[in-house]
Structure formats: structure tokens, C-alpha cells
């Protein structure tokens, strides 16, 4: 069964920090970009960060760059986020997904884990 499991999730305040990791089974991630995207109340959903399959390319949100951090272990089929200095702006349900391609665009991904609240607040 494909399946996506999100967590790490939480409150946390301004200038802290949180790791989100996506666990993936049902399929070889080996053979998928992974991606991260949010999605706060009551705003479209927007791309933060995607990874190749392989790792070796990464792209950011300029909402996010020099701030998150996405990395993979095929071995472990997690993707992780790491995210430091959060800011209140960065409050949304964070979704993982696969696509065939390293992209930010939402539609080209096909399967989507559950989400995860981040609340980033004082």
C-alpha cells in the first residue's frame, strides 16, 4: 500500500526551529523526486522545496532559502525538511509528495501524504 507519513510538526516560536521528515513505503523512493509544499488557512497551496530523485538537485521557495533544508536517505525512504528560523508567515499544514520530476509545480505530483501542522507563534 503507498503511503506517506508526515511528522515532526508542531508549535514552535519565531526564530525557532523544527525537522519535518516524510516516510515513505509502498513504492521505491529511489525512483522519485520528493517534494514539500504548505498550505495555510484560506491561501492556495505553494511549493517550498523539492529534491531529486538522486539528491543531487535541490530548489527552494525564495520565501525560504538560506532558512530550510531538504535532504533524503533513500535507504531510510524518508525525506526531511529542516527548517530554522521560523517566522509566524511560515504557519501551514505541510504536505510531502512524489513526482516523477524535481519541480514545484503541484500538479505534476501524483500521490500526497496527510500533512502536518507547523504553527509558528509566540
Known amino acids: 500500500q503507498l503511503q506517506f507519513v508526515e511528522s515532526g510538526g508542531g508549535l514552535v516560536q519565531p526564530g525557532g526551529s523544527l525537522r519535518l521528515s516524510c516516510a515513505a513505503s509502498?513504492?521505491?523512493?529511489?525512483?522519485?523526486?520528493i517534494g514539500w509544499f504548505r498550505q495555510a488557512p484560506g491561501k492556495e497551496r505553494e511549493g517550498v522545496s523539492c529534491i531529486s530523485s538522486s539528491g543531487g538537485s535541490t530548489y527552494y521557495a525564495d520565501s525560504v532559502k538560506g532558512r530550510f533544508t531538504i535532504s533524503r536517505d533513500n535507504a531510510k525512504k524518508t525525506v526531511y525538511l529542516q527548517m530554522n528560523s521560523l517566522k509566524p508567515e511560515d504557519t501551514a499544514v505541510y504536505y510531502c509528495?512524489?513526482?516523477?520530476?524535481?519541480?514545484?509545480?503541484?500538479?505534476?505530483?501524483?500521490?500526497w501524504g496527510q500533512g502536518t501542522q507547523v504553527t509558528v507563534s509566540s
Open positions: 509528495a512524489r513526482s516523477a520530476i524535481a519541480t514545484m509545480n503541484p500538479r505534476l505530483y501524483d500521490y
Open positions: 509502498g513504492f521505491t523512493l529511489d525512483y522519485y523526486a
